[in-house]
């Protein structure tokens, strides 16, 4: 059943599009798709690095940069994506992370704990940092819907994943923390998507990513989602239909975290 205009009239900001591959990317394109007006965000440096003129072009969209982990950054962004739009916004997505220590390959059993520090700003607290900006600034319409993009390494251990982990961890628990006081004064909603592997530019760069990935679609009943999926979803978190859902971590993983082992892989194994 193909539905349109689920996101009509809504206004947003869009973090973290980098290229055709990213997340993010595609839900620029569901939420434009679908009726929705917003800006894109990214740090200057990923600016540099990406294609994300060419989404804004697509779109209709404005390229506002700001490092996630700067409040001026942040403050401002808020305040021209209001000029920009016309108005308040109804949406937020955080689709931001990065590791120097996976990037180096430093092992979790020998940090660099200055760029563990760095992980846990850029991937979990600037997910605190967007949500104390838009709270303080009063920029969200009631009942808005802010996300951000998780994993399942948050509760079960995935030896690669590294420092990446835990800031996933802080993310999840941001939203709950934050979900509950944006929740009381505005009704606005803040949740946490868990997503399957995906093949963005950003996950194939973990170590082992290939081997995961197919490990995750064997055992998952539905497959692992693809990064279309999940945009697809995301657009349900912004719109009126999930109006009551807060402070969840949800899992969109074709099934992979409520299952133990499936019948394929024990034939593999046997093999």
Request: aromatic share 8%.
């Amino acid at each position: 059943m193909q539905v349109s205009n689920l996101l009509s009239g809504k206004r947003g900001i869009i973090f973290g599009a980098l290229d055709s591959n990213s997340i993010a990317w595609k839900v620029a394109e569901k939420c434009h798709e679908q009726g929705a007006k917003f800006t894109l965000t990214n740090a200057p440096v990923a600016l540099r690095m990406g294609a994300i003129n060419q989404l804004a072009e697509q779109c209709g969209s404005t390229v506002i940069p700001a490092d996630a982990t700067n409040m001026t950054d942040l403050d401002n962004l808020l305040q021209k994506s209001q000029e920009i739009l016309g108005g308040k916004l109804d949406f937020i997505l955080h689709s931001i992370g990065m590791s120097l220590n996976v990037r180096k390959n430093k092992p979790y059993t020998d940090l660099d704990y200055d760029y563990f520090q760095k992980t846990l700003d850029i991937s979990g607290l600037s997910f605190h940092r967007v949500l104390q900006s838009a709270y303080k600034s009063e920029v969200m319409n009631k009942n808005g819907s802010i996300l951000a993009l998780s994993y399942i390494a948050a509760q079960k251990v995935f030896p690669f994943y590294n420092d990446m982990a835990d800031a996933k961890a802080l993310l999840e628990s941001i939203a709950r923390s934050f979900g509950y006081h944006f929740g009381k004064r505005d009704g606005v909603r803040v949740n946490t998507v868990s997503q399957s592997p995906t093949r963005t530019t950003a996950g194939s760069g973990v170590k082992g990513f290939d081997t995961l990935y197919d490990y995750a679609n064997i055992i998952s009943p539905l497959g692992n989602a693809t990064a279309e999926s999940c945009a697809d979803f995301c657009v349900v978190m912004f719109s009126d239909l999930s109006r009551m859902i807060t402070m969840q971590n949800i899992y969109h993983d074709g099934g992979y975290s409520s299952t133990g082992v499936s019948v394929e892989l024990i034939d593999i194994m046997n093999k």
